[in-house]
């Protein structure tokens, strides 16, 4: 696990992230606006086995990473436009599906009740969710396990 106590040291969410990642906990995931050696955290991501796509914002990086499978999944799901691309880019994060679908309406005005957001990572649950606790436990021990 130093690969990941490295990834840490740069940004401890990266980390999270990459973990979760790696596990298959989350089929990809996505860092913006990285502010630190891409490079270095691409190789440290690589040796996780996971693929990587940079995409440089300035002197910043948005950072992809995942099975290439669902990067692909990710970028179909980025063409789409208005709620059925939230929906889809929720669907391609590995959020459930009652998640994905209830973010993508509050977007729009269409729900009031505002979604929980299961911290540190950016999965926002859908109220009184069934399928969230038990994916908040997985991310939860995930993490206890390493960091
Ligand atoms: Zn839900």
């Given at each position: 696990?130093?690969?990941?106590?490295?990834?840490?040291?740069?940004?401890?969410?990266?980390?999270?992230?990459?973990?979760?990642?790696?596990?298959?906990?989350?089929?990809?995931?996505?860092?913006d606006s990285f502010d630190g050696p891409?490079?270095?955290?691409?190789?440290?991501?690589?040796?996780?086995?996971?693929?990587?796509?940079?995409?440089?914002?300035?002197?910043?990086?948005?950072?992809?990473?995942?099975?290439?499978?669902?990067?692909?999944?990710?970028?179909?799901?980025?063409?789409?436009?208005?709620?059925?691309?939230?929906?889809?880019?929720?669907?391609?994060?590995?959020?459930?599906?009652?998640?994905?679908?209830?973010?993508?309406?509050?977007?729009?005005?269409?729900?009031?009740?505002?979604?929980?957001?299961?911290?540190?990572?950016?999965?926002?649950?859908?109220?009184?969710?069934?399928?969230?606790?038990?994916?908040?436990?997985?991310?939860?021990?995930?993490?206890?396990?390493?960091?």
């Amino acid at each position: 696990m130093k690969d990941l106590e490295k990834l840490a040291k740069f940004d401890k969410k990266l980390a999270m992230l990459a973990l979760v990642t790696a596990e298959g906990i989350k089929p990809v995931s996505k860092i913006d606006s990285f502010d630190g050696p891409e490079e270095i955290v691409q190789h440290l991501l690589e040796d996780m086995g996971l693929c990587v796509e940079i995409k440089k914002q300035g002197c910043r990086s948005d950072i992809l990473f995942g099975k290439a499978s669902s990067i692909r999944k990710y970028h179909e799901a980025n063409e789409l436009r208005g709620k059925e691309r939230v929906y889809a880019l929720g669907i391609a994060f590995g959020y459930p599906d009652c998640c994905s679908k209830y973010f993508s309406e509050f977007l729009l005005g269409e729900k009031d009740e505002k979604p929980e957001k299961l911290s540190p990572l950016e999965h926002f649950s859908c109220p009184n969710c069934k399928v969230s606790p038990s994916l908040r436990k997985k991310y939860q021990e995930t993490m206890d396990l390493f960091i």
